[in-house]
């Protein structure tokens, strides 16, 4: 039996990547191997409005979105009819290609 310590570090410290990065809407992102990472991110301007059904982010830019909604009621697993609004975030996991194509406002 060992004492295990909670860990409560962001996505952020568990990453090799700075997360001010030059990415205006990237807010934390954690590498999972040399091609794949999650982010969350901002919701850009363009899914505004929109559900993710609507968006079909898998299909349209082979990303998984994890989790939708405000920064502090994140929902894990939000349903296609989740309509995105402006203050918003989103954690998508994809391949780094895939990520950069997202749109940035």
């Not at 559900?51 to 898998?58: A, E, F, G, Q, V």
């Not at 349209?60 to 994890?66: D, H």
């Not at 296609?80 to 998508?92: F, I, K, P, Y």
Request: a neutral charge; aromatic letters at 4%.
């Amino acid at each position: 039996f060992s004492s295990r310590r909670r860990h409560t570090r962001s996505l952020c410290d568990w990453s090799s990547d700075v997360c001010s990065s030059d990415l205006p809407n990237l807010l934390e992102r954690l590498r999972l191997d040399d091609r794949n990472s999650i982010e969350e991110i901002k919701v850009p301007q363009s899914f505004v409005g929109r559900s993710l059904r609507d968006l079909n982010l898998r299909k349209s830019y082979s990303v998984n979105v994890l989790a939708a909604g405000p920064a502090n009621q994140l929902m894990v697993n939000p349903p296609a009819s989740h309509v995105l609004r402006q203050d918003e975030v989103l954690v998508v996991m994809g391949s780094a290609e895939a990520l950069e194509a997202l749109p940035s406002r």
